[in-house]
């Protein structure tokens, strides 16, 4: 993954562990001091978040930990690699298409941003310009010729980048 979407994951974790959880924790708290906690919705709506925000920690911790970072603004982008910005044509419709190859978090795949997992990135990676390349899909075939390799920074392609507003449990 990029070093903004390493980022992104690390100010993720620290808001819901030092704001968020400790703010719905004291919601519990105070929902509970209101008497018979089997008919208390607010207590059991707290409750419910707790254990969305647990689970959340819970999967940014082992994404975090097992996250590889890589600064593609190092590579020279000679030959298709993570954070390369490829223009290619359809060779049997002559269209002309562009791809982005980020890490799987980071994908879009209606903003062009594929992750470096998917069948096109693969058949496409470590490829030069005017190389042509195969993609076998279930029912078909795809042939490409590449146009154009160059770096462009992974999130000023973005569209959809999630905010403080969207780490919380509503």
Same mark, same amino acid.
């Given at each position: 993954? /990029?070093?903004?979407?390493?980022?992104?994951?690390?100010?993720?974790?620290?808001?819901? %562990? *030092?704001? *968020?959880?400790?703010?719905?924790? *004291?919601?519990? =708290?105070?929902?509970a001091?209101?008497?018979?906690?089997?008919e208390? #919705?607010?207590?059991?709506?707290a409750?419910?978040? %707790?254990?969305?925000?647990? +689970?959340? =920690?819970?999967?940014?911790? !082992? &994404?975090?930990?097992?996250?590889?970072?890589i600064?593609?603004?190092?590579?020279?982008? +000679?030959?298709?690699?993570?954070?390369?910005?490829?223009? &290619?044509? @359809?060779?049997?419709t002559?269209?002309?298409? &562009?791809?982005?190859?980020?890490?799987?978090?980071?994908?879009?795949p209606?903003?062009?941003?594929? /992750?470096?997992? /998917?069948p096109? #990135?693969? #058949?496409?990676?470590?490829?030069?310009?005017?190389?042509?390349?195969? &993609?076998?899909?279930? !029912?078909?075939?795809? *042939?490409?010729?590449?146009?154009?390799?160059?770096?462009k920074?992974?999130?000023?392609?973005? !569209? @959809?980048?999630?905010?403080? +507003?969207?780490?919380?449990?509503?």
């Amino acid at each position: 993954m /990029s070093i903004e979407g390493y980022d992104l994951l690390i100010e993720e974790f620290k808001y819901l %562990l *030092e704001k *968020e959880k400790p703010k719905v924790a *004291e919601e519990k =708290l105070v929902a509970a001091a209101h008497g018979d906690r089997s008919e208390n #919705a607010d207590y059991h709506a707290a409750k419910e978040k %707790l254990r969305f925000i647990d +689970k959340r =920690l819970f999967y940014l911790n !082992k &994404v975090i930990q097992h996250s590889q970072i890589i600064d593609p603004s190092l590579h020279s982008h +000679k030959k298709i690699s993570f954070g390369s910005t490829v223009k &290619v044509t @359809n060779i049997d419709t002559d269209e002309e298409e &562009v791809y982005t190859l980020c890490g799987v978090l980071e994908s879009e795949p209606d903003n062009g941003l594929i /992750s470096v997992h /998917s069948p096109l #990135a693969v #058949a496409m990676m470590g490829k030069e310009e005017n190389d042509e390349f195969k &993609v076998k899909l279930p !029912k078909f075939t795809k *042939e490409y010729g590449i146009l154009k390799i160059e770096y462009k920074n992974i999130f000023s392609l973005k !569209k @959809n980048i999630r905010t403080r +507003k969207e780490f919380t449990f509503h």
